[in-house]
């Protein structure tokens, strides 16, 4: 699976992002004019290291794969100094107590993900170099991990520019976000209309049954790749459903936002 197939169905991604955390800022009741701390010039030094480690994860050698051993100890270096920056860097009594938690929490979380992912480079080193290509597998694996880590870094950096938009939920954002929900849940419920197809036609109908059922149908266009010749459906398609995830966490975000200042507002009125 090359990068070209992976930046290709990641353009969405660049979209869909925008849309996360914009009521975690200070809008609406009781917000004030004080302005959200700087972002550290650092992250896009972390956004440097990331990209490097999925091209060189992408590559699917054993060098590749020490290189995206190195750089994802790298990435967490840098990302600790991206918290010290910001933890000096206090939040005035305006800012929504909201920001704090979108970024601590959202960087943690990709932060134990990178954990993770140097955990399986290891192991996926030590395989290697036993096995040699008789693991291909598994560096494939090992590659598309990198690769959603990536995406999910890229949604998190636009998220925190994103949140400095001032009342996106008064804007055509909000209806436009519920449009790109609707796209993405199209596009995914025809990836599992056609794997419903494609294990009907192959006589599989018990299969094809259970693959109503989305999770099923996604773990076997996944899991049987090489057989069913569907690695890069199996990529598009997960891509698809990350990004509805996202989008929908944007939208009720979004919404939920407008729908609570409207409630305070009636209350206090």
Known sequence: MGLRVLIASLAPLFIATMFCGWYFRDTGVGSTTEALPALPLLLLLSTAILAALSYSAEKG??????ASLVLGFAFLISQSFVWSDLIKAETGAGVHPMYAFNFYLMTALHAAHVVGGLVYSIVSLQSFKKYGEEMQQRVRNHAVYWHFLGATWIGILLNLLA???PNPEESFLAPLSAAVCLVLLVIVLIYQAI?????????????AAFSLLLPVAFLHIWARGEELDTQKMALRWGIAQALLLVAMMFAGTLHLGRFASSYVEIQYK
């Open 195 to 207: 794997a419903i197809k494609m294990l009907w036609r192959r006589g599989e109908h018990v299969f």
């Open 61 to 66: 050698t054993f060098a590749g794969l020490k």
């Open 163 to 165: 949140i400095r938009v």
